[in-house]
T-cell receptor, first 114, second 112 residues
Framework: SQQGEEDPQALSIQEGENATMNCSYKTSINNLQWYRQNSGRGLVHLIL?????REKHSGRLRVTLDTSKKSSSLLITASRAADTASYFC??????????????FGSGTRLQVQP | DGGITQSPKYLFRKEGQNVTLSCEQNLNHDAMYWYRQDPGQGLRLIYYSQIVNDFQKGDIAEGYSVSREKKESFPLTVTSAQKNPTAFYLC???????????FGSGTRLTVV
């Protein structure tokens, strides 16, 4: 089952602008992670935020988490053409006692125009 | 360098055939996972394994099988019972609760 919904499904911006992607999920979580995927490639881990954290920064990335609303956002500041990719949020939950797994949203396709 | 290796990169399967996708990691991670990705969609969990000789079905396990005889290896077999196997398959590994997962570069399976 898909845990999350991502919004927007597609986003096109100019270089230098900021890009914001949103993610909603349904169940309680251990943590929430964001990944990037270039076309036809594997996923690359960007940032992880724990369920007791509200905001986290890493370079040009800023992630927020609102567990009361079961939602998260990813902000990429000063975007570059090289940021063009699909971005996925994923929630880590305990699927069975002592066993964890990621459940993914449907992704946001970001296009950064040079 | 440590990482996850998936092979082959491209695989073609005839109707009624079983095929096995390889996933090997040298990261010393305990947990390994198989995900399926269809065009324009997110990833769905097929099977996962937290330790050697233990594995559990994910959301879409029907028509797939796995084994975990070694910590480093988690092969996925796509059986003839999987009616729509054409997809991009991704293997991942992780350790601990607050670390990101490491993904392989994927295998693209096509039924011919």
């Amino acid at each position: 089952s898909q845990q999350g919904e991502e919004d927007p499904q597609a986003l096109s911006i100019q270089e230098g602008e900021n890009a914001t992607m949103n993610c909603s999920y349904k169940t309680s979580i251990n943590n929430l992670q964001w990944y990037r995927q270039n076309s036809g490639r594997g996923l690359v881990h960007l940032i992880l935020i724990r369920s007791n954290e509200r905001e986290k920064h890493s370079g040009r990335l800023r992630v927020t988490l609102d567990t009361s609303k079961k939602s998260s956002s990813l902000l990429i500041t000063a975007s570059r053409a090289a940021d063009t990719a699909s971005y996925f949020c994923a929630t880590e939950t305990e699927v069975r006692l002592g066993r964890r797994a990621l459940t993914f949203g449907s992704g946001t396709r970001l296009q950064v125009q040079p | 360098d440590g990482g996850i290796t998936q092979s082959p990169k491209y695989l073609f399967r005839k109707e009624g055939q079983n095929v096995t996708l390889s996933c090997e990691q040298n990261l010393n991670h305990d947990a390994m996972y198989w995900y399926r990705q269809d065009p324009g969609q997110g990833l769905r969990l097929i099977y996962y394994s937290q330790i050697v000789n233990d594995f559990q079905k994910g959301d879409i396990a029907e028509g797939y099988s796995v084994s975990r005889e070694k910590k480093e290896s988690f092969p996925l077999t796509v059986t003839s019972a999987q009616k729509n196997p054409t997809a991009f398959y991704l293997c991942a590994s992780s350790y601990g609760t607050f670390n990101g997962y490491t993904f392989g570069s994927g295998t693209r399976l096509t039924v011919v």
